[in-house]
């Protein structure tokens, strides 16, 4: 079992950067890869970004690509996620998650691929 706490959402203005943590519990977190996706009103869960277990791998989606950044602390057990250039279109309840069945050190871009996930945290980009 792995237990997923997110963190770090808000308000913010187009421009503006936020930091989204994920806390795990439960399991050896060094050992699974992690993502971020995010669902925006009336429309489907999406990918945003992936790292593998030991961090050396990340993967983001087209639209987040030069903007956001996934990193992990595996001392902290936690995951983030750096949004930088936020844009109104990046509103949304943003999810992280764990796959802890990926082979170690892959990532993970599917939200099939995924087992865990936190109860969301709201990030709105005003204009």
């Known amino acids: 079992q792995v237990q997923l706490v997110e963190s770090g959402g808000g308000l913010v203005q187009a421009g503006g950067s936020l930091r989204l943590s994920c806390a795990a519990s439960?399991?050896?977190?060094?050992?699974?890869?992690m993502g971020w996706f995010r669902q925006a009103p009336g429309k489907e869960r999406t990918f945003v970004a992936t790292?593998?277990?030991?961090?050396?791998?990340?993967y983001y989606t087209d639209s987040v690509k030069g903007r956001f950044i996934i990193s992990r602390d595996n001392a902290k057990n936690t995951v983030y996620l750096q949004m930088n250039s936020l844009k109104p279109e990046d509103t949304a309840v943003y999810y992280c998650a764990a796959a802890t069945k990926v082979v170690a050190g892959g990532i993970a871009l599917s939200a099939f691929q995924y087992d865990y996930w936190g109860q969301g945290t709201q990030v709105t980009v005003s204009s």
């Open positions: 790292i593998s277990s030991g961090g050396s791998r990340t």
């Open positions: 439960g399991r050896t977190f060094s050992s699974y890869a």
